[in-house]
């Protein structure tokens, strides 16, 4: 049998409770097509990056499947009929992972912290003289007066 993992995402107004339901739901769909999961974890509410079916929210679960590729695609036509879930994803894998995904770990923006601190000391400090003064900068010639009136009524 295939490796897969599957990441599904429903409605922001169903309760978590309901979203543990379409989980086991899915999951005996697989079980009833010879498949199997590893592991089922929940991420919870997000943001999405734009509206998806009148959406900004969704409920993120992920689960590692083991079955043939008939039950998948039977539990895909599922989800699809289900008007709760707003979209899915399916990748086949070589291997699942074996301790908690990546968005599961503690710290959210964890490669940011990895960076080390801003420090604007460490820049090389700015020079007056690498930019232009106004006093530098190009003029354009300026007409008297007298000659900018004189071509006005010529023209």
């Known amino acids: 049998m295939a490796l897969y993992e599957h990441i599904f995402m429903v409605r922001q107004d169903v309760s978590s409770t309901q979203v543990d ?4 739901q899915f ?3 697989l079980e009833e097509n010879q498949g199997s999961i590893a592991k089922t974890e929940y991420w919870g509410v ?3 990056a734009y509206r998806v079916k009148k959406n900004r929210k969704a ?11 008939g039950a998948v695609k039977e539990m895909e036509r599922q989800m699809s009929i289900n008007d709760d879930v707003i979209r899915f994803m399916t990748i086949r894998v070589e291997d699942h ?4 995904s990546v968005m599961m770990r503690s710290g959210r923006g964890r490669d940011r ?3 080390g601190p ?9 020079r007056d003289d690498d930019r232009p003064r106004r006093d530098d900068a190009p003029k354009a010639e300026e007409k008297p007066a007298a000659e ?3 071509t006005e009524k010529d023209s």
Do not use: C, F
């Not at 992972?97 to 908690?100: G, K, L, S």
């Not at 420090?119 to 700015?126: A, C, G, I, K, V």
């Open 118 to 126: 801003r420090d604007r000391d460490s820049r090389p400090p700015r």
């Open 27 to 29: 999951k005996t769909i």
């Open 21 to 24: 339901a379409l989980t086991q």
């Open 97 to 100: 992972e074996e301790d908690q």
């Open 59 to 69: 409920h993120y679960t992920l689960m590692n499947i083991d079955a043939p590729s």
């Open 148 to 150: 900018a009136a004189a």
């Open 46 to 48: 997000r943001p999405l």
């Open 113 to 115: 912290d990895d960076r």
